[in-house]
């Protein structure tokens, strides 16, 4: 009997190596990055996320394989030599078995056949999945140190999560200048419905220079029919010393050249536009030339570097928050209907 239980102990402990080698192949890519895809309907990203959720059952139920055989192992040891025997043996074959399991020909054995069978095994771990809860650990993932990003938006989420190594300011300032390139005209421009426009045969008195500073804006178009009929552009500064006796209209004293810009544009063919200009104040138009908002370097500066920048001659720290509150009350006749 002793040589029957002694014989069951070396079969237990060969298993037990075995099933301890088995660590199946993660793929490359982070989570983040299988479900951005998987989302965008990538195929290949989808069924790799699902195996490794499966493969997070397939650790906990190799892991409690592992636990039973070592169990099974002390107590078949110690019913084939006694207790001091039996116990010196399960000591060391407890301290033994990881090094075989990580030796090349056991693991390169055992890859090969599991590789045959995993997709046999991922099938049928559904089955075992509520006895599995319980216990249930985490995949471990093989993951370089030093891994490659697949995509912008992964590097993004991977700075984001940085809070030890980058401050808050060089997270903004890394985020926003990796976003900067995608990004089109119409997210950041001031929108058409809060522009403050100026006539160009109206006079620049007091009252209009009071109301123009009071309005928060420093820059005003010069309009000669409407707003998509923009004619030049009117500085606030420009107007301080204007000579209150003397009758000066918004087209005397504005600046003919206006600089016009598609809002589809990106925000890095903007920034080259006004390097190019040397001017910091476009008109958005769109493809029938209508205006639909402006743009000033300020703008293109903020998301540039990821922060506000409050002009000393603007009251209004967003006016694209304006717009959207503003916005709210637009058409809303007694008996409206929106369809």
Request: aromatic share 8%.
């Amino acid at each position: 009997m002793s040589v029957f239980f002694f014989c069951l102990a070396i079969l237990t402990f060969v298993a037990l190596v075995f099933v301890a080698s088995v660590r199946p192949a993660s793929t490359d890519m982070s989570r983040f990055e299988l479900r951005r895809r998987a989302k965008k309907g990538d195929l290949a990203a989808r069924r790799a996320l699902e195996r490794e959720d499966k493969l997070e059952h397939v650790s906990t139920l190799m892991r409690l394989t592992t636990i039973t055989l070592l169990i099974l192992l002390v107590t078949l040891l110690i019913a084939a030599c006694g207790w001091l025997l039996g116990f010196f043996l399960s000591l060391i074959g407890g301290l033994t078995f990881t090094r075989l399991s990580h030796s090349v020909f056991v693991s390169s054995l055992t890859r090969k056949y599991y590789t045959d069978y995993e997709q046999a095994i991922l099938n049928r771990i559904d089955r075992l999945v509520p006895f599995l809860k319980p216990f249930r650990t985490h995949f471990a993932r093989k993951v370089d140190r030093h891994r490659k990003f697949d995509s912008r938006e992964e590097l993004q989420f991977s700075i984001q999560q940085s809070q030890e190594v980058l401050t808050d300011d060089e997270r903004t300032l890394i985020v926003a200048a990796l976003d900067f390139k995608d990004r089109v005209i119409s997210d950041v421009m001031t929108p058409r419905n809060v522009i403050r426009t100026i006539d160009k045969d109206e006079f620049l008195g007091p009252l209009v220079l009071s109301e123009l500073h009071d309005s928060g804006h420093s820059r005003l178009p010069v309009i000669a029919e409407d707003i998509d009929h923009i004619i030049g552009m009117l500085h606030v500064r420009d107007l301080l010393s204007l000579d209150s006796k003397q009758s000066t209209t918004a087209e005397q004293k504005m600046e003919q050249k206006v600089f016009y810009i598609h809002q589809d544009d990106t925000l890095d063919h903007a920034l080259a536009a006004f390097i190019k200009s040397r001017h910091h104040l476009f008109v958005v138009i769109n493809d029938q030339r209508e205006t639909v908002g402006l743009l000033s370097l300020e703008d293109v500066i903020e998301n540039l570097i990821g922060r506000k920048i409050v002009d000393e001659d603007d009251n209004h720290a967003d006016l694209r928050a304006v717009a959207l509150r503003k916005g709210k009350t637009n058409n809303t006749a007694m008996g409206h209907v929106d369809l």
